[in-house]
T-cell receptor, first 118, second 116 residues
Framework: DTAVSQTPKYLVTQMGNDKSIKCEQNLGHDTMYWYKQDSKKFLKIMFSYNNKELIINETVPNRFSPKSPDKAHLNLHINSLELGDSAVYFC?????????????????FGPGTRLTVT | KNQVEQSPQSLIILEGKNCTLQCNYTVSPFSNLRWYKQDTGRGPVSLTIMTFSENTKSNGRYTATLDADTKQSSLHITASQLSDSASYICVVNTRNYGGSQGNLIFGKGTKLSVKP
């Protein structure tokens, strides 16, 4: 049983195209995330989302938009793809747990989607 | 500015040896600190997560320490194995208020190579 799954695993497309990456989690978590990992392996959060709140990293271009049909899915749609969008995109999920007033939401990551824009 | 700095950038050790990875942070307000292991071509996997009051936490051969006063953490790997070869990422979560999510501040990782 895969906890967090993403499709496709690899995506090669041309500049200017629109594409989507799908993410599903079967952990019953209330929060999902999208991350971008560039060629230098630096992970950067793009969005975090639960049924109450969407938090957008302000450095993310508005060509990127998360879409959540339900609590178990958070898809990433990208318009007008650019060369600089080439990266590995990771989806993650977590369940917010407060212990002694401290948040302790462990994240579970998907396997990643390697996007190559040519 | 919230930052997480990791050292060294990369490390090569022989199988069976111990090693320690460092993480310094300037994140405020602090909620928790996590260490992740990321194998090549895979998503990160959580090793430990520590809150303010936790000084040390172990997960098998991995032991993480946290000094909230000096804002430093370390990840010690005992009796390294070839399968420990991976990137190790330190992540600090800022405290959340009023139900809002905290922010996750990622370090750039330490790439560990364990050689036979």
């Amino acid at each position: 049983d895969t906890a967090v799954s993403q499709t496709p695993k690899y995506l090669v497309t041309q500049m200017g195209n629109d594409k989507s990456i799908k993410c599903e989690q079967n952990l019953g978590h209330d929060t999902m995330y999208w991350y971008k990992q560039d060629s230098k392996k630096f992970l950067k959060i793009m969005f975090s989302y639960n049924n109450k709140e969407l938090i957008i990293n302000e450095t993310v271009p508005n060509r990127f938009s998360p879409k959540s049909p339900d609590k178990a899915h958070l898809n990433l749609h990208i318009n007008s793809l650019e060369l600089g969008d080439s990266a590995v995109y990771f989806c993650a999920s977590s369940q917010r747990i407060l212990l002694g007033g401290r948040e302790k939401n462990e994240q579970y990551f998907g396997p990643g989607t390697r996007l190559t824009v040519t | 500015k919230n930052q997480v700095e990791q050292s060294p950038q990369s490390l090569i050790i022989l199988e069976g040896k111990n090693c320690t990875l460092q993480c310094n942070y300037t994140v405020s307000p602090f909620s928790n600190l996590r260490w992740y292991k990321q194998d090549t071509g895979r998503g990160p996997v959580s090793l430990t997560i520590m809150t303010f009051s936790e000084n040390t936490k172990s997960n098998g051969r991995y032991t993480a320490t946290l000094d909230a006063d000096t804002k430093q953490s370390s990840l010690h790997i005992t009796a390294s194995q070839l399968s420990d070869s991976a990137s190790y990422i330190c992540v600090v979560n800022t405290r959340n208020y009023g139900g809002s999510q905290g922010n996750l501040i990622f370090g750039k990782g330490t790439k560990l190579s364990v050689k036979p």
